[in-house]
C-alpha cells in the first residue's frame, strides 16, 4: 500500500494542477487515449529542497475509487473551455452539443419556441447518443445540481445556469452510469469541471455577429481570486445578451416553398394567384402563416379576399376561393387563392432573444487533516419570444341555421357566410416572457479516516431551487365570442367585442386592435427545490500479488419537489386555443447505497502489463416506486503492452418517473378540430400517408371539420408509470504509443432501454394515426372519431386520451474514434485532434411492434435529425505567441426514411419532391496572440458561409424551407467572432 505525502494529509497535489493544466490546453483523449502517467518516485533526502513527494491519489470522472492515474475502465470524453474558445462556440450549450458524442441527434437549444419542451421555453439541454435530456446526468464538479426551467415538465438539467467563462473542462462518461452516478444516467454523465485557480482580477468580453445579421451575441465577464495560508477563493460574474435570430434574416427562412419538380427537374411548383402575386410574398406557397380567410363551418366552402376585387357572397371584397390542381396527363397549372405570407411574418423570431447574468464563488480551505469547498452558483435568465399563430372561432348570430350557435346576449351579430356559422381564420400574436432565478450551493467535507494511510472520507451536502416566472399572451375564451356550444360555460353565450369579418383582423393590419379586446398577458409560477447530502468512504482493501484492492462505499440521500402553478386564466380553462393547466405539486425522495470495487488481476507480466476488474453497484429506494431496486456494472482494463489497452464494460441503468411525469396535473381540455385533425381537407394535402389512411377510415377529401371541438383527457402516471431500465455494452482499444506523439481510442456502444416514460399529446395522437405509414395502428386506440354516418356530426374527433405512459424501448449501437496528435516542429507545435461518432443503428419504437407504432420499421438510422455519422476535426499551430486554428464539423446525409421521391403533387403524376438534407462541411478559422497579461482571439465561422439543406413540403417539418429538428445544421451562415482577455 502506498503511504500518502507526509503521512496524513490529504491535499490536492501539484500532479491534479498538471494534469489540469494540460487538460486545459489539450482535451480530446485525456482519458480515452492519452493516459497521464505519474512521475515516478525517486530517493529522497530529507535535506534537499528539491525532494519530490508521492503523488496524491485523485478522483475522476466515472468512477468513485482514488487513483494513480487519470484513467478509468468506463469511456470518458473530455472537452476544454479554451479549444471551445478558439471554434467561436459562445455558451456551454453549444460546447457540449456540437460534441460528437451528442452532434447525432437532436438537441433542444433555445430555437424551440414554438414547440412544447421540458423545462419550458429557452432551456437547452445535452441530449446524448439521442436516448433523450432526461437520460443524461449533468454534475458540476462531480456533484449533481437541481434542475432548472419553468412550467410542470422540469427534469432535464438546464445549461443555460452554467456560465462559460468558469468552465475548464467537461469530461463526458460514455457508457451507463446508474451504478456510479444513480438514476437519469442511462446514457452517461457530463461532468462541468470549472476553473479553481484564479490568482489576479481578470476580465473577458467575447462577441459574435453574422455577416447576414441577426443572432448577435455577446458575452462580459470578470473574476478575481485570493490566497491565503491554507485555501483559496475565487469568484467570477457573468454577462450573456443573445439576440434574436428571425426569419426575415435568412432566405431559406422567409419564404417556405413547395419545391417540387418534374421528371425533367423544371419547378412545377403552384402559382400564387392571391392577392400577394406579384409582390414580395410571392411563392411562399407552404409553412408559412395561413389566414385571411373565412370558411363556412358547415359547407365547408372559403372565401379569400379576392384577387381582381369583386364580391361574390356576404363579406365585401371577398369570394370562393377557385385553387385549382393539375389535369390529366400533367395538365393545366395547378395555383391557389389563399393569403400564404404576411408582411410581419419575417419578425417571428427562430432564435429567441435571451439574456442570462450569472455568479459562481467557490473557496477551499484546509484545516488540519479535514478539507473544506463550498461552491455557489446564482444564474438569472430571461428569454423573450415573438412567433404568430391563428386564431379561428366559431362565429354564429342571428342567421345560424343550428339554434346552439346563435347568441344569447340580445346581439343583432351574424355570421356572414350562408349557414350563419363561420370560421374566420386570423393571425394573432404569439409572445412569452420567461424569467428563471438559478441558486445552487453545495458545501463539503473531505478527509483521511482516522488511525488509516489509505482510507479516505468525504460528505456533501447541497440545495438546489428554480424558480421561475412564465408570461404567455393568450386570447380569453370568455371574451372571444366564440360559438362552440362546448365552450358556453367561458362564453356565456356572448357575442364577439369586435367584427372578426373586418379585412383589417383578417389580415392582421389591425391586429394590436384585436389583442387589445381579447388578449391577455398571465403569469404562471414554476419552484423546484432539490436538497441532496452524499458520504463515501474509499481506499484500499487489501494486497493481492499484482496490488491493493480498491474500495469505495457510499450513501446519498435526494429529497425534490415541483410546485408549478399556471396562471388563473389557465386553471380555469379561459385561454382559447389553449389546454386548460392544473397545479403540478408534487415531491419525491430517494435513498441510495452504492459501491466500487477494482481488483488487479495481473500486473507486470507477458502481455499483461496490467489486467484490472472494476465492479460497481447501487440500490435504490424511491418513495414513489413500490419496490427498490438496483443496477450493477463490470468492467474489464486489459492493458496489454504499454501502448495498447482494451477495456469493456457492461451493466444496467435504472431512471425513476421525474415528478412532472407522475403528477402532472389531471385535466380535460377542449382543442378545436383544425388544430388536430390532419383529415380536414386532406385531399389537398402533399402527404401521402394522410391522403391515403384518411381515405382508408372513409372521410371524404373536402371534409371541412367538425363545428364543435375534441376533448383531450392528459395527466401524470402516479400510481401506474414503472422506472425505466437499460442495458449498456462498450467496448475499446486505447493505442499510445510511446515513440510518437500520437494516440488514438476507438469504442464500441451498444444501449438498450426498456419502457421508456413518454407523453403522448394529442397532435402526436392523432398525426400518429393518421400520418404513418402502417395503419390503422396503436395510436389510433387513443383517439375516438364518429363514424362518417353519425346523425348530428360525421367524423368528428370526440376524445382523445394523452397520459404519460411507458412505452415499448429504444437501442442504438456504433462506434466512437478520438485520436490526436502533438508534434514538435522547428515552425512551431502542431495539434491534430478529430472525434467522430459512427452510428450503426437507431431503433425506436414506442409500441409493441412496428407496425402498432405505425411504422413499416422502427430504425430510424440517417432519418432527419439523426444522421449516421457526425465529426469535427480541430487542427492548432502554436507558433511563439501565435496560435492558429483550423476546424471542421462534419453532418452526414439524412433523409424521410419512409417517403419517396416521386409522388403525385396536386394532380401532378410522377413529380419529384426533395426528400433528402445533404452533408455539410462546415469551416472555423480563428487566430489568438497571448501575452501574459492580455490576449486577443479573432475567427470566422462557416468560412464558406454554406447555408443549411433544404427539403420539400411534407417531408419533415420545417422552418422556412429547413428541417426544423436537424440542429445539427448552421442556420446563421459566415459568422464573425472575437474575444479579448486581460489580467491585471
Known amino acids: 500500500m502506498r503511504k500518502h505525502a507526509n503521512g496524513a494529509q490529504l491535499r490536492k497535489l501539484p500532479l491534479v494542477i498538471a494534469m489540469v493544466g494540460c487538460l486545459y490546453g489539450a482535451p480530446a483523449l485525456a482519458q480515452d487515449a492519452a493516459q497521464a502517467k505519474p512521475e515516478e518516485t525517486k530517493p529522497q533526502d530529507a535535506d534537499k529542497k528539491s525532494q519530490p513527494k508521492e503523488l496524491e491519489k485523485i478522483t475522476v470522472t466515472g468512477s468513485l475509487l482514488k487513483r494513480l492515474e487519470y484513467d478509468t475502465t468506463s469511456p470518458v470524453q473530455v472537452l476544454t473551455a479554451d479549444v471551445s474558445a478558439d471554434v467561436g462556440q459562445i455558451n456551454t450549450a453549444e460546447f457540449l452539443q456540437k460534441s460528437s458524442v451528442a452532434a447525432g441527434s437532436t438537441q433542444i437549444t433555445n430555437q424551440f419556441a414554438g414547440f412544447v419542451v421540458e423545462g419550458g421555453t429557452g432551456v437547452q439541454t445535452v441530449n446524448l447518443r439521442g436516448l433523450g435530456a432526461q437520460r443524461t446526468a449533468v454534475l458540476l464538479n462531480g456533484q449533481r445540481p437541481g434542475p432548472a426551467g419553468t412550467r410542470g415538465q422540469v427534469l432535464a438539467f438546464d445549461l443555460n445556469v452554467i456560465p462559460q467563462s468558469i468552465l475548464q473542462r467537461a469530461e463526458i462518461v460514455k457508457d451507463g452510469s446508474s451504478s456510479i452516478y444513480g438514476s437519469d444516467a442511462l446514457a452517461g454523465v457530463v461532468n462541468l469541471i470549472t476553473r479553481k485557480n484564479i490568482d489576479q482580477l481578470e476580465f473577458s468580453i467575447t462577441g459574435r455577429a453574422p455577416q447576414d445579421g441577426g443572432g448577435e451575441a455577446v458575452t462580459i465577464s470578470l473574476a478575481n481570486g485570493w490566497n491565503f495560508s491554507n485555501g483559496t477563493i475565487a469568484a467570477a460574474a457573468e454577462y450573456y445578451l443573445q439576440e434574436p435570430l428571425r426569419f426575415r434574416d435568412r432566405d431559406f427562412l422567409k419564404c417556405a416553398e413547395d419545391l417540387v419538380w418534374d421528371e425533367a ?44 376585387g369583386n364580391t361574390i357572397g356576404l363579406i365585401p371584397g371577398y369570394r370562393p376561393r377557385t385553387n385549382a390542381n393539375y389535369g390529366a396527363g400533367n395538365t393545366g397549372q395547378a395555383y391557389y387563392e389563399d393569403v400564404l405570407n404576411f408582411d410581419f411574418f419575417g419578425e417571428q423570431q427562430l432564435i429567441d432573444r435571451q439574456e442570462r447574468f450569472s455568479v459562481f464563488a467557490n473557496s477551499d480551505f484546509s484545516f488540519g487533516d479535514v478539507n473544506w469547498t463550498t461552491e455557489f452558483l446564482y444564474n438569472r435568465r430571461g428569454t423573450d419570444t415573438h412567433r404568430w399563430r391563428q386564431f379561428f372561432p366559431l362565429t354564429g348570430g342571428t342567421t345560424a341555421i343550428l339554434a346552439a350557435y346563435r347568441y344569447t346576449d340580445g346581439s343583432s351579430f351574424k355570421s356572414p357566410v350562408p349557414s350563419g356559422i363561420a370560421q374566420p381564420i386570423m393571425p394573432f400574436a404569439s409572445d412569452q416572457k420567461i424569467r428563471v432565478d438559478y441558486y445552487y450551493v453545495r458545501t463539503g467535507l473531505d478527509g483521511l479516516i482516522g488511525g488509516t494511510d489509505t482510507w479516505a472520507w468525504s460528505a456533501n451536502a447541497s440545495y438546489t431551487r428554480s424558480d421561475g416566472d412564465y408570461s404567455v399572451l393568450s386570447i380569453l375564451k370568455s371574451r372571444s365570442g366564440d360559438a362552440d356550444p362546448a365552450l358556453r360555460p367561458w362564453t356565456g353565450g356572448r357575442s364577439p367585442v369586435v367584427n372578426y369579418f373586418d379585412p383589417g383582423f383578417l389580415s392582421g393590419e389591425r ?34 500479488p499484482a496490488g491493493p484492492v480498491g474500495a469505495a462505499f457510499g450513501v446519498e440521500y435526494r429529497n425534490f419537489s415541483i410546485d408549478d402553478q399556471p396562471s388563473q386564466e389557465e386553471r380555469s380553462g379561459d385561454l382559447w386555443g389553449q389546454s386548460t393547466a392544473a397545479v403540478t405539486k408534487g415531491s419525491d425522495h430517494v435513498k441510495e447505497v452504492f459501491t466500487e470495487i477494482e481488483v488487479p488481476l495481473l500486473k507486470g507480466k507477458p502481455m499483461f502489463e496490467s489486467l484490472n476488474l472494476n465492479l460497481s453497484a447501487r440500490a435504490f429506494d424511491y418513495a414513489s416506486v413500490g419496490d427498490s431496486d438496483y443496477v450493477w456494472k463490470a468492467g474489464l482494463s486489459w492493458q496489454i503492452i504499454p501502448a495498447v489497452r482494451l477495456r469493456a464494460t457492461k451493466g444496467t441503468s435504472y431512471r425513476a418517473p421525474g415528478l412532472y411525469e407522475l403528477y402532472l396535473g389531471n385535466l380535460s381540455s377542449f382543442v378545436s378540430q383544425t388544430s388536430i385533425d390532419p383529415c380536414i381537407q386532406w385531399g389537398q394535402s402533399t402527404n401521402d400517408n394522410i391522403r391515403a389512411n384518411c381515405a382508408a377510415a372513409g372521410i371524404p377529401d373536402n371534409f371541412a371539420g367538425a363545428t364543435s371541438s375534441a376533448q383531450v383527457y392528459q395527466g401524470g402516471g402516479a400510481g401506474f408509470l414503472k422506472p425505466e431500465t437499460s442495458n449498456a455494452f462498450t467496448a475499446g482499444i486505447v493505442f499510445t504509443p510511446t515513440s510518437w506523439p500520437f494516440s488514438l481510442a476507438v469504442d464500441y456502444f451498444n444501449y438498450e432501454v426498456r419502457d421508456q416514460i413518454s407523453n403522448l399529446t394529442a397532435a ?56 490526436r496528435y502533438d508534434g514538435d516542429f522547428s515552425f512551431g507545435k502542431l495539434e491534430v485532434e478529430g472525434q467522430v461518432t459512427y452510428t450503426i443503428e437507431d431503433f425506436d419504437q414506442l409500441f409493441s411492434t412496428s407496425a402498432a ?26 507558433r511563439g505567441d501565435w496560435s492558429y486554428t483550423w476546424y471542421m464539423n462534419y453532418v452526414d446525409e439524412t433523409k424521410s426514411l419512409t417517403l419517396s421521391p416521386s409522388f403525385t403533387y396536386f394532380g401532378w403524376t410522377n413529380a419529384q419532391r426533395d426528400i433528402v438534407a445533404e452533408d455539410r462541411l462546415y469551416h472555423t478559422v480563428s487566430v489568438r496572440y497571448n501575452q501574459p497579461k492580455w490576449s486577443v482571439l479573432f475567427g470566422v465561422q462557416n468560412l464558406l458561409d454554406t447555408d443549411p439543406p433544404t427539403v420539400s413540403t411534407g417531408v419533415a417539418t420545417r422552418y422556412g424551407n429547413v428541417p426544423a429538428f436537424a440542429t445539427q445544421y448552421d442556420l446563421l451562415g459566415r459568422t464573425f467572432f472575437s474575444r479579448i482577455d486581460f489580467k491585471f
Request: proline letters at 4%.
Open 265 to 308: 427537374g423544371n419547378r412545377i411548383d403552384r402559382q400564387n394567384r392571391s392577392v400577394t402575386a406579384g409582390t414580395e410574398l410571392d411563392g411562399c406557397s407552404s409553412g408559412n402563416l395561413y389566414a385571411n380567410t373565412v370558411i363556412d363551418a358547415v359547407s365547408g366552402l372559403r372565401y379569400i379576399p379576392s384577387p381582381t
Open 511 to 544: 391586429m394590436d386592435e384585436l389583442i387589445a379586446a381579447i388578449g391577455v398577458w398571465h403569469t404562471g409560477n414554476t419552484v423546484y427545490d432539490q436538497y441532496l447530502f452524499n458520504a463515501v468512504a474509499t481506499g484500499e482493501m487489501f494486497d493481492l
Open 764 to 819: 402526436t395522437i392523432v398525426s400518429g394515426c393518421y400520418g404513418s405509414d402502417v395503419y390503422p395502428n396503436e395510436f389510433c386506440n387513443r383517439l375516438e372519431r364518429n363514424p362518417n354516418n353519425h346523425p348530428t356530426a360525421p367524423n368528428k374527433i370526440e376524445n382523445v386520451y394523452a397520459t404519460y405512459v411507458n412505452i415499448n424501448k429504444q437501442k442504438v449501437r456504433g462506434y466512437d474514434l478520438l485520436t
Open 853 to 878: 407504432s405505425g411504422f413499416t420499421t422502427s430504425d430510424r438510422l440517417g432519418s432527419i435529425g439523426r444522421p449516421q455519422l457526425v465529426g469535427n476535426l480541430r487542427t492548432t499551430l502554436k
